[in-house]
Nanobody, 123 residues
Framework: VQLQASGGGLVQGGGSLRLSCAVS????????MGWFRQAPGKEREFVTA????????YYADSVKGRFTISRDNAKNTVYLQMNSLRPEDTAIYYC?????????????????WGQGTLVTVSS
C-alpha cells in the first residue's frame, strides 16, 4: 500500500489549502484514514481522522471548525480542507491508513504512511 500526499505550500495567515492523499495498492474503502502533522522541534500530533464511512469524522480541538476531512472512495483519495490557517498550523502533514476497522488518534494505530507535505503559514 502506498500513500502519496500533495497540496502543501506557503499561504498567508487566514488563507486556505486543500491537501490530498492518494492511496494505491490496497482496498481504500476498507481503511480508516488519518491526518497527522509534525512541526519543527515537536512531536507528531493527531489532526483528524475519518472512518470507512465518510460521515464519521473526528478532529483535534486545535483544528475543529477550521479543518474538514473527507474521502472519495471512488478516487481512492482522502482530503484535508484547511481554512482560517494560522502560523501555528505550520508543519509537515502526513496522511495515514489503518488496516483496523476503526480510526484512532494514536499514530501507532496506523499501518501505512505517506511521505508528508509541507504547509507553511506566514503571519
Amino acid at each position: 500500500v502506498q500513500l502519496q500526499a500533495s497540496g502543501g505550500g506557503l499561504v498567508q495567515g487566514g488563507g486556505s489549502l486543500r491537501l490530498s492523499c492518494a492511496v494505491s495498492g490496497g482496498t481504500f474503502s476498507r481503511f480508516p484514514m488519518g491526518w497527522f502533522r509534525q512541526a519543527p522541534g515537536k512531536e507528531r500530533e493527531f489532526v483528524t481522522a475519518i472512518s470507512r464511512n465518510p460521515d464519521n469524522t473526528y478532529y483535534a480541538d486545535s483544528v475543529k471548525g477550521r479543518f474538514t476531512i473527507s474521502r472519495d472512495n471512488a478516487k481512492n483519495t482522502v482530503y484535508l480542507q484547511m481554512n482560517s490557517l494560522r502560523p501555528e498550523d505550520t508543519a509537515i502533514y502526513y496522511c495515514a491508513a489503518s488496516t483496523k476497522p476503526i480510526y484512532s488518534t494514536a499514530s501507532s494505530w496506523y499501518d501505512y504512511w505517506g511521505q508528508g507535505t509541507l504547509v507553511t503559514v506566514s503571519s
